[in-house]
């Protein structure tokens, strides 16, 4: 299907949603290992929710069974497969998490992201999501 250069596009991505077992957790992991940045905030309803930040996107934490809506079709820890792009080398990543006993599941090895070539590492965080670290090659 040949792409209308006149339609609406999107441009970035702003946050998404992780549906996660424990939240405490889930900040625990990301803050600790990824360096991200707890941030609980409230809504425009006056609720207040959980968030980890990073560069100018942040992931949203639903708590299992608990979810606000709307929501995905089928929420679940652990489906998520997520690449975030760092600027340290990947020798120090190898350190930090070793230093946390974070296992690498695979790495460092040559992928390919939405902008070129990777070098990437592949961990899991406590919901059993798939995290890769990446430094563009």
Known sequence: ???DTTAPAVTALDHFV???ADIPAAVLFYQTALGMKANAFSTATGEVRQALLFGRSKINLHQRGSEFEPKAAQP???SADLCFLTEAPLSAWQ???AALHIAIEEGPVLRTGAQGPLM???IR???GNLIEISVRD
């Open 1 to 3: 299907m040949p792409q």
């Open 18 to 20: 992780l549906t996660v």
């Open 76 to 78: 679940t820890p652990g």
């Open 95 to 97: 350190d930090r998490l």
């Open 120 to 122: 990437s590492l592949y």
């Open 125 to 127: 965080d406590p919901d």
